[in-house]
Structures are given as structure tokens and as C-alpha cells.
């Protein structure tokens, strides 16, 4: 099939559950674009996207992250320089400690408030949907 | 890029919000896989998923929707026996008269309790998954 489409990958919130308040952990990326940004990558032919986010967590940020739950699809064409993607978002939990690999070149643990301005593509967006579901529980919506 | 990746698509749950309860409309297939199934299509490379959602409502079922929210999606490697898609489930609304068109030979408007079973794909399951939030709340989860 010829059809071009936008190539699917997925992001994952990871939720330090055994820390106080549940920090989030972000990457600095190794490759371009540089700076700091979820953890995430291409979903693979043949996976499903939930397995690709628990395959992607453990590459990148070194731990066992179990799915808390789907949590948004972001698609804007112009979202990532490079070319067109889309990226399901996943809420997920895990503990211990994380260690960058693979397409991370450090990682950061982070609270609310702590959160780095200027991430990489449109994750200001998404960290700022987060955080509004986790505190007041409203949904990104039309 | 050669990175294989699964096509995405989109499916919309349609409710016609001007009938009693609000019952939604499925497509009879023109193509293979026959049977009824939720309408959709794939994602175009430079669209969003809600511009895709809207756009094949338009083309299918020959009305204008409103996205209402993203519901969850669906990405199992088996799912579509002709090769890996992912489907981007939305719930929309819509006023009017559908009308069958493209890729659908005929419309139905189901209420629940009167959707056909075997639909194609994994459409019954999305189809259940659906009923249960909307009477229920409950999304679908791990």
C-alpha cells in the first residue's frame, strides 16, 4: 500500500509512584532536536502501542513502567520539525530509580512547578494537559 | 525514513443528537471486509486525526460532525486482517439525514441494544467499550 500517512509513536508520562507526590521523569534528548522532552519513540509494524510504551520506557529511561492509562493523541501536522508524527500519549507508573540510554542523554526527575519550559515539539502542550487532568480532572477537550 | 510503522486511521462513533436517545450510525462496507463496521478511514500524511475524523464522516456518511471528545485507541497487530493499522476512536455528534456514500453501501441507525454483532475488525469491542462509558462513565482500561 502507497498511502502516506503520519508514523504513530507514543509518549510516556511516567509517574514515580514511590516518591512523595509522584514526580514525573523527562529525557534530554541525545539527537536532534535537542532539549528535554517526554520519553517516547515509533511504535514498531506489528506492536501494539501499549506494547511499544512499555518497550520505549525501558529503553530510554531503564525501568518496568506499568500503563495507568491512555491519555491523549496529538497530531497537529506541524508538531515535530523532522516530519510528520503522531503521538499517543500514556499515563504510566513505576519505581525505582531511573538511568538514561538509548535516545536519552540524562533524565530528570521533576514535580509540578519544576517542569522545564521549551520542551521539544509540542510537549509544553502536553505536560500543560497533564497537569491540568492530574489536578482538576478535566480532559483535554474541543 | 524506512522505519516501519502501523497506518493510522481514524473510526468516529457518530450520535444523532436532534433523535431520542441519541443513536449512532454504522456503514455497511462497499469493500472487503464486508459487514457492518463503525465509519473511518486512514490518517493522510499532514492531517490531524480531528481534521481526518471530520473529513471522513463528511465522506462516508455525508454529514457535517462535531468532535465531541477522543475516546480510546486501538492498536492490536491483528486487528484488521489486511495489514497493522491503529485506529483513533472519536465520539462525535451530528444533526440530519446520513446518507451513504464512498466506501460505505449503506447506512444503519442503531440504538443500543440493537447493534449488529460481528462487525469487521475489532468493532464489537470497541462497540462494547463504548456503551459501557456511556451508560457507565467507565473507560475503557489496563
Not at 507514543?10 to 507526590?21: A, M, N, Q, Y
Not at 506499568?66 to 523532522?82: A, K, M, T, W
Not at 521549551?118 to 478535566?138: N, Q, V
Request: charged content about 25%.
Amino acid at each position: 500500500m502507497t498511502h502516506r500517512n503520519p508514523a504513530p509513536t507514543v509518549d510516556i508520562i511516567i509517574e514515580l509512584s514511590d516518591r512523595l507526590e509522584r514526580p514525573i521523569i523527562l529525557i534530554e534528548r541525545k539527537n536532534t532536536p535537542f532539549g528535554w522532552a517526554i520519553p517516547g519513540g515509533f511504535i514498531d509494524y506489528g506492536e501494539s502501542a501499549e506494547t511499544a510504551a512499555i518497550r520505549e520506557a525501558k529503553e530510554e529511561v531503564s525501568l518496568d513502567v506499568e500503563l495507568v492509562e491512555q491519555f491523549q493523541v496529538y497530531s497537529e501536522p506541524n508538531r515535530d520539525p523532522r516530519q510528520h508524527t503522531l503521538a499517543i500519549v500514556f499515563i504510566a507508573k513505576a519505581t525505582g530509580q531511573p538511568q538514561a540510554a538509548d535516545d536519552a542523554k540524562n533524565i530528570g526527575i521533576f514535580h509540578s512547578g519544576e517542569i522545564p519550559t521549551s520542551l521539544c515539539f509540542d510537549h509544553d502542550r502536553i505536560m500543560k494537559d497533564y497537569w491540568r487532568y492530574r489536578h482538576y480532572g478535566i480532559r483535554p477537550h474541543y
